[in-house]
């Protein structure tokens, strides 16, 4: 990150470095999160020639989003630790460049605000050993017009995170507010609410009974899980290991996708994050069977450095990345993307 824009008296230096650590920490040296963009970048591409490319149709409509290309903001707490401006600076910029944003319970800014600058949006959602704690702020997503939920299921402990631990107690501002609890003014400051230890596929019926929202289980990186969140009525599910943040060691997303995606058999969407970073690993991932990806750390990294215009250049480029690899594999709609686009991992056995 170049700049810290908006910190102004604050040691700029001392800033990055905390929101360096804070956004792109992971347990232990932070091999997983390493892991998770090593692996798409071992995906061999096998494009396609001698075919017409001349009109690309890349667009995705998903549970009431629309986007120009296969691509989310994945929900990520506490943008107002990494700008000032938070989340309303992130949404206006995907909202300026079409592509759609997931807000992260643990938001700066309360859902109704941020929803007021963005376009369509999914609410993710942890739910914690009360369940009760969480219903104001359901219905508060409902009313703010969120389409989705998506409840994260990789979380029953936080994981082993000192770098980015460090990195967030270094960003604590002067002022003692809070900025990842915007959601919930109506719990008392302290209480946990991360998520139940004995959360189960009773949540997902639930949190779709109380909002009448289609619920998206997000965490998922085996087939009997990504088959019991199906069977427990999920509308879609991401593959993801919360960016290597979790479980050091977990298995690449990259690596746990097919199984997932045959597992699941088409009955539902499959969504894959981590490690994501160009154009290329979109191709990748649909070819490995998911249908749309989210990118959690290149949106932070593009808030921090330039807020929402950061965030609305950053979504552009990525958009043409997208589309112009496309392109480039002889695949200009998402009908004609198979697995023949992708070779065997390099170093698989
Ligand atoms: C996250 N992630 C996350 N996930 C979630 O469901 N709720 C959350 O509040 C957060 N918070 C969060 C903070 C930060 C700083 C990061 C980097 C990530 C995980 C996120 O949704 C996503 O799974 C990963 O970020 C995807 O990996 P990449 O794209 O960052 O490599």
Redesign the pocket.
Same mark, same amino acid.
């Not at 993801?240 to 943040?245: Q, V």
């Not at 989210?294 to 290149?298: F, I, K, S, T, V």
């Given at each position: 990150m170049t700049a810290a824009p908006g910190w102004a008296g604050a040691d700029q230096i001392a800033v990055r470095e905390a929101v360096e650590a804070?956004?792109?920490g992971g347990p232990g040296d932070g091999a997983t999160?390493r892991a998770?963009?090593a692996a798409w970048e071992s995906l061999p591409l096998r494009p396609r020639v001698l075919r017409d490319v001349t009109h690309v149709d890349t667009a995705i409509d998903l549970l009431g989003l629309r986007a120009p290309v296969p691509l989310l903001a994945?929900?990520?707490?506490?943008h107002q630790l990494v700008h000032p401006d938070g989340e309303v600076a992130s949404a206006k910029g995907l909202a300026s460049a079409g592509l759609p944003m997931?807000q992260?319970?643990?938001s700066s800014v309360p859902v109704a605000d941020v929803a007021a600058h963005s376009g369509p949006f999914w609410q993710?959602v942890?739910v914690p050993d009360d369940r009760t704690l969480i219903h104001g702020f359901l219905d508060r997503a409902v009313a703010a017009g969120a389409t989705a939920l998506?409840l994260?299921v990789d979380?029953p402990a936080v994981g082993n995170t000192l770098p980015?631990r460090a990195g967030l107690a270094r960003l604590a501002p002067s002022d003692g507010r809070p900025r990842?609890a915007a959601n919930f003014p109506d719990v008392a400051p302290g209480t946990p609410l991360g998520t139940a230890t004995d959360l189960g596929p009773r949540d997902v019926e639930r949190l779709a009974a109380r909002t009448g929202l289609p619920v998206v289980v997000?965490?998922v990186l085996r087939a009997d899980d990504a088959r019991t969140a199906v069977a427990a009525g999920a509308a879609a599910v991401?593959v993801?290991?919360? #960016? /290597?943040?979790q479980l050091a060691g977990s298995v690449t997303t990259a690596h746990a996708l097919p199984e997932v995606v045959d597992a699941v058999g088409g009955r539902v969407p499959v969504l894959v994050? #981590? /490690?994501?970073?160009r154009g290329e690993d979109v191709v990748r991932a649909l070819a490995l069977g998911a249908r749309a990806v989210?990118?959690?750390?290149?949106v932070?990294r593009a808030l921090a450095d330039g807020g929402a215009d950061g965030v609305e250049r950053w979504a552009r480029e990525t958009i043409e990345d997208v589309r112009r690899a496309l392109v480039l594999c002889g695949a200009p709609t998402l009908d004609s993307v198979g697995r023949d686009l992708v070779g065997d991992f390099l170093g698989s056995p």
């Open positions: 804070y956004v792109h999160v998770n963009v994945a929900p990520w707490a506490g997931v992260s319970a643990g993710q942890y998506v994260t979380h980015f990842v997000k965490g991401v993801s290991n919360h #960016g /290597g943040r994050d #981590g /490690g994501i970073r989210l990118a959690g750390r290149p932070a």
